[in-house]
């Protein structure tokens, strides 16, 4: 719940037996379940219906693949949080969900109570896995972050706007890969609060996800403070 309003949900899974059980679990459960589809088409055009605050995706869908169909969800709505619930822990398959805007990543092997935590975490922003998967994630953020960046035009580096020293507080214990909840008990915070700076430090950075804003501090060193 978010406040005294459901968090509203969509689910996405080409198993129909699947997609109603774990529909049925979050709508017992408070959430608002505003949507179901299966498969990847279906899932595009029902998710820029219904405006979920998160989708719960399957990867592995007919049509278009679940990978696909992040990347123009949330490029479609960049508000909608996308928290991965698949069989595979391939590492390749965990790191491609990231790279294409999903905020978590769950197995299909989690309990219920995991899924609803998982769901609710995902509405509020935080980055969600499975445990042994975090790892993972802030080692390819710092795989991308080695890498050269492509050159900003016209000087745009040198115009950057500055931060202040609360969000480059808040900025450089992400890219630690900590939690909202975390940062939030670390510097005596709200969550809400913590949410507002990040949401702050992407407008300023004209950057468009928590990948994009760790491989920028990762780039600036901001991790090693």
Request: a negative charge.
């Amino acid at each position: 719940m978010t406040g005294t309003t459901p968090i509203r949900v969509m689910v996405v899974d080409d198993h129909p037996m699947w997609r109603d059980a774990v529909a049925r679990d979050l709508s017992e459960s408070g959430f608002e379940v505003v949507a179901t589809a299966g498969d990847g088409d279906q899932a595009v055009r029902r998710a820029k219906a219904a405006a979920p605050d998160v989708l719960v995706l399957d990867l592995n869908l007919p049509g278009k693949p679940g990978v696909q169909v992040c990347k123009e969800v949330v490029a479609a709505d960049p508000s909608v949080r996308v928290l991965v619930l698949s069989a595979s822990g391939e590492h390749a398959d965990v790191l491609e969900a990231v790279k294409s805007g999903a905020t978590g990543y769950l197995l299909k092997s989690a309990s219920t109570e995991e899924l609803r935590d998982a769901v609710r975490r995902t509405a509020d922003g935080d980055p969600v896995f499975t445990p042994g998967l975090a790892g993972l994630v802030l080692g390819e953020y710092r795989r991308l972050a080695s890498e050269p960046a492509a050159p900003a035009a016209g000087g745009e580096e040198q115009r950057a706007p500055r931060l202040t020293e609360r969000e480059t507080e808040v900025l450089r214990l992400v890219a630690k890969g900590l939690s909202y909840k975390q940062i939030a008990e670390r510097l005596v915070i709200s969550h809400r609060t913590v949410q507002n700076h990040v949401q702050n430090t992407l407008g300023k950075l004209q950057l468009h996800n928590r990948v994009e804003l760790v491989r920028y501090a990762i780039e600036r060193g901001l991790d090693d403070e």
